[in-house]
């Protein structure tokens, strides 16, 4: 916990503030190489990978994180979900998919889904994994290894419309560049995550559930944030 505001600001009390931001567009899947962990190749999802995808986003425990929060209803769900990974949506997005080393298996997809969070302004990294991997470490060892290729990018300074709870103050008008995450209060595991990759929780607040199965239903979510440093 940050001590620091709880609720979820208003936009109208959003401040601009000047800070860096990867320059875009973002060097296409052609130009980004594969991120090799432990565990782990994290690489740009292909055409080929489809049934793979499907098989991922057939999961309902898989699934219950995504806006939706169901699974693909068919293979064309999947297959028009896959479009966000590939050309020309990748000059705004660093998105991958998530492969056991060992077997080339897909166990799960994530990186930065937006450069521009509706929640407070800042890009928003966001992952989603196979139940069988779920408690293994994988997520952190995903988390970890996007954010270094995440703060090796290019970088340009920017004018950005923000949260004021998210920033930290350089000077009047400056803030450090800021990556932001969030998830549901009860969701340990992802919390965990966070916690561990040095994510700073800023925010919680409560909405109406989007997910199909429980529309308009409340639902509380948590806000981390975390600078470079």
Known sequence: MSGEDQSLPMESSWVVVE?????????PNSQRQPISTKRLVIRPMREDDLEAYHELRSQPEAMTGTKRGTPDRD????????????????????????????TGAL??????????????????IGYKLRKEAW???????????????????????????????????????????????????DNIGSRRVMEKVGFIQFLEWTEPNIHEHRLGQPITLVGYRRSKA
């Open 19 to 27: 800070t860096t931001l990867p320059c875009v567009p973002l060097p």
């Open 75 to 102: 293979i064309d769900e999947s297959r028009s979900a896959l479009q966000d990974f590939l050309s020309p949506k990748d000059s705004n997005v660093f998105l991958f998919g998530i492969f056991l080393a060992s």
């Open 107 to 124: 166990i799960g997809d994530g990186g930065v889904h937006t450069m521009e969070s509706s929640y407070c302004g800042w890009p928003e």
């Open 135 to 185: 408690g293994q470490g994988y997520a952190t060892e995903f988390v970890r290894a996007l954010l270094e290729a995440w703060w090796n990018l290019p970088r340009s300074h920017v004018k950005l419309r923000v949260s004021p709870s998210s920033i930290d103050r350089k000077g009047e008008h400056e803030a450090e560049e800021q990556m932001y995450a969030m998830t549901v209060v």
